[in-house]
């Protein structure tokens, strides 16, 4: 019973997280889907009326947590992507950040971080964002000669150059999966805001999946997900943050980094925990 209600808790944890945000609208979004091949993902998928029984009402409360999971990761990509505009640091700063982050220390510190921050904010905010995002995550600057570049490719591949064996296998995983960057996207495929893309997009392919009664092929879907965020996220994230924090200067984007690890490391616990259920 215990056990149960901490899934719950951390379900509840994950998906809240996006359902509460509306804060960093990614207008412009990098990766696309193509036409999909799957036979599983190919037809046509019409939910019909929904019975409020206990399975519908459990089924809606995994979707809501699959909504929730793909717009945050959808606000994590907009942040890693490029330079905040105006709007974005605007509706940022609009945010109550009080009901984000409670029971994860590294989450309520970072948004912590990003309220203190913008709490502040001034004319010269925008300028002064944009210098600490190119200087860590364009690598316009280092520290004892290491770049914080958002590559997988720079982490784990031995030479620690852009485009190696790590983008090769995303890109084959984003190709078995009809996923494909925008055309004029001239960036490496293993770029961080690509990656947290790609798993927005499978949040909502679990959602379809799941209104379609085909919770085989949602399992499929999210064993996917949860390979990917640990073999081609996790495995790097902490020693791409590692070296960002030397670099930048503003409280905000290290407060970006903390809420990030702290929401993989939560998310990862939540696949689990949804796999879980719906193999029961």
Do not use: C
Not at 78 to 91: C, S, V
Not at 180 to 208: C, K, Q, T, Y
Not at 221 to 246: C, G, M, P, V
């Amino acid at each position: 019973m215990v056990k149960g209600r901490a899934r719950r808790d951390r379900r509840a944890k994950s998906g809240t997280l996006g359902r509460k945000r509306r804060w960093i609208p990614v207008t412009d979004a990098t990766v696309t889907e193509v036409a999909v091949a799957d036979e599983a993902l190919a037809g046509e998928i019409v939910a019909g009326a929904i019975v409020m029984d206990d399975a519908a009402a459990g089924a809606a409360a995994l979707i809501a947590v699959l909504e929730g999971r793909s717009a945050f990761y959808r606000t994590l990509s907009g942040l890693y992507y490029r330079t905040l505009t105006q709007e974005q640091i605007d509706a940022l700063s609009a945010t109550d950040f009080s009901e984000f982050g409670a029971d994860d220390p590294l989450l309520t510190e970072g948004f912590d971080d990003i309220r203190r921050y913008l709490r502040k904010r001034n004319t010269g905010t925008r300028q002064e964002l944009a210098v600490d995002y190119t200087s860590a995550f364009e690598g316009t600057k280092a520290f004892k000669g290491e770049r914080a570049v958002p590559y997988e490719s720079v982490y784990l591949s031995e030479t620690g150059l852009l485009n190696q064996e790590p983008r090769n296998e995303v890109y084959r995983t984003y190709k078995k999966s009809a996923v494909r960057l925008r055309e004029g996207v001239n960036l490496p495929e293993d770029h961080l805001s690509f990656e947290f893309e790609f798993m927005a997009i499978m949040s909502g392919r679990a959602i379809d999946l799941l209104q379609g009664g085909q919770t085989d092929e949602a399992i499929k879907n999210l064993e996917l997900q949860k390979t990917f965020l640990q073999d081609h996220i996790l495995s790097w994230f902490k020693q791409f943050a590692d070296r960002a924090t030397l670099v930048l200067k503003t409280r905000f984007y290290r407060g970006v980094l903390k809420i990030t690890e702290g929401y993989l490391a939560l998310d990862f616990e939540t696949l689990e925990d949804l796999i879980a259920e719906l193999e029961v």
